[in-house]
T-cell receptor, first 112, second 119 residues
């Protein structure tokens, strides 16, 4: 069964601190791993996309890692800002049919 | 990056009426668009894949007569919720895939979503 699990479900961090979100996936055939940021009431916005041959990719203060052997990914947020408060969704792309499998998301709240 | 718009952003309708939601790719042509549904605090669930010029492909459990999809042009797909009921209230999000995009990634660009409330 194609599945993406994220942890934690939610977290609260203080402004300026770092945090790391985790993602485990089981999809076949695996093509790529994506992280999206979704603000409340808005559509997801792409942060990073990695294929199985890529280990890490950064987008500003966001750094994603991928271990295709263990089927794990992480998203690290550096020096968090209030605007980082959102849901972060891990998504695994399958090579067949261009389908995406979505994780449940991690809701991040950054407090001043 | 590519921009996808949705209209309306919010709609409130009475039970039994039909509601049409538009999804447009503003600066690229999309042969394939996707329609998702999202419940509060839940992740996106794929409803159907909309292919330009052909019938949409629906996911298991999604009623095609309930959720009518029309992809009449390379920049527009519409989702019509027919005879809407309160249980159809949800956040509907579309995405578009750029045909000339990186094959490896099959990048999808998401619209801002449409909040449907059925009274």
């Amino acid at each position: 069964k194609n599945q993406v699990e994220q942890s934690p479900q939610s977290l609260i961090i203080l402004e300026g601190k770092n945090c790391t979100l985790q993602c485990n996936y089981t999809v076949s055939p695996f093509s790529n791993l994506r992280w999206y940021k979704q603000d409340t009431g808005r559509g997801p916005v792409s942060l990073t996309i990695m294929t199985f041959s890529e280990n890490t990719k950064s987008n500003g203060r966001y750094t994603a890692t991928l271990d295709a052997d263990t089927k794990q990914s992480s998203l690290h947020i550096t020096a968090s800002q209030l605007s980082d408060s959102a849901s972060y969704i891990c998504v695994a792309g399958r090579a067949a049919g261009n389908k995406l499998t979505f994780g449940g998301g991690t809701r991040v709240l950054v407090k001043p | 990056g590519a921009v996808v718009s949705q209209h309306p952003s919010r709609v409130i309708c009475k039970s039994g009426t039909s509601v049409k939601i538009e999804c447009r790719s503003l600066d690229f042509q999309a042969t394939t668009m996707f329609w998702y549904r999202q419940f509060p605090k839940k992740s996106l669930m794929l409803m159907a894949t909309s292919n330009e010029g052909s019938k949409a492909t629906y996911e298991q459990g999604v009623e095609k007569d309930k959720f009518l999809i029309n992809h009449a042009s390379l920049t527009l797909s519409t989702l019509t919720v027919t005879s809407a009921h309160p249980e159809d209230s949800s956040f509907y999000i579309c995405s578009a895939r750029e045909p000339s995009g990186k094959v490896t990634y099959n990048e999808q660009f998401f619209g801002p979503g449409t909040r449907l409330t059925v009274l």
